[in-house]
């Protein structure tokens, strides 16, 4: 069945980066797009951006495109997030999400979420 | 950017009963609206896609409708597992692609 596994926990200081994993099973994984998305504490979902896992394009929010990677490692099955110059309004869950365009046209799985804290 | 807003914020029912949510769009995103059902603690879990698609496993009691700006969730009978936060979501070529801030559907 498919899953995507991300990352564990993390505390960072302000300035600091931080990268989260996401690991993919279950289906091809250069098939489908990884979109990232993070919800703050009783806040509404926000979409990060988007990774084409095939090619490695990207397409970022204008709110994050200047501090914000992603990246793959197709031979893992494995999907990147790295955030700079992280502040404490980073603070979040961040989810990676498979887009699906067959059949079904959406976010059709997710990760379980990492929690990013930072905090001084 | 496009603004999904949502109403209203908090819909109070009673199982059985019938729940209307409103997403409304700051122009047109012809059909290319979702919403999504979000649970405490879990990831939110597509319902509808496409203003009017049922996703994979998603009960005949959700439906969807509307186009252009003006869209609608209905769950025709509420079940004790429907009680969560349901949001709105559109997609587009152009980013950002953006969230409505929510409906909360609670127990009465």
Not at chain 1, 14 to 32: D, E, L, M, N
Not at chain 1, 59 to 80: E, L, M, V, W
Not at chain 2, 41 to 62: E, H, K
Request: proline share 5%.
């Amino acid at each position: 069945q498919v899953q995507l596994v991300q990352s564990g926990a993390e505390l960072k200081r302000p300035g600091a980066s931080v990268k989260v994993s996401c690991k993919a099973s279950g289906y091809i994984f250069t098939t489908y797009a990884m979109h990232w998305l993070r919800q703050a504490p009783g806040q509404r979902p926000e979409w990060m951006g988007w990774i084409t896992t095939g090619t490695g394009d990207t397409k970022y929010s204008p709110k994050f495109h200047d501090r914000i990677t992603f990246t793959t490692d197709t031979s893992a099955g494995t999907a990147y997030m790295e955030l700079n110059s992280l502040t404490s309004e980073d603070t979040a869950i961040y989810y990676c999400a498979r887009f699906s365009i067959f059949g079904v046209v959406g976010f059709d799985y997710w990760g379980q979420g990492t929690l990013v804290t930072v905090s001084s | 950017e496009i603004v999904l807003t949502q109403s209203p914020a908090t819909l109070s029912l009673s199982p059985g009963e019938r729940a209307t949510l409103s997403c409304r769009a700051s122009q047109s995103v012809s059909t290319f609206l979702a919403w999504y059902q979000q649970k405490p603690g879990q990831a939110p879990r597509l319902l509808i896609y496409d203003a009017s698609n049922r996703a994979t496993g998603v009960p005949a009691r959700f439906s969807g409708s509307g186009s252009g700006t003006d869209f609608t969730l209905t769950i025709s009978s509420l079940e004790p597992e429907d009680f969560a936060v349901y949001y709105c979501h559109h997609r587009d070529n152009w980013p950002p692609w953006t969230f409505g801030q929510g409906t909360k559907v609670e127990i009465k």
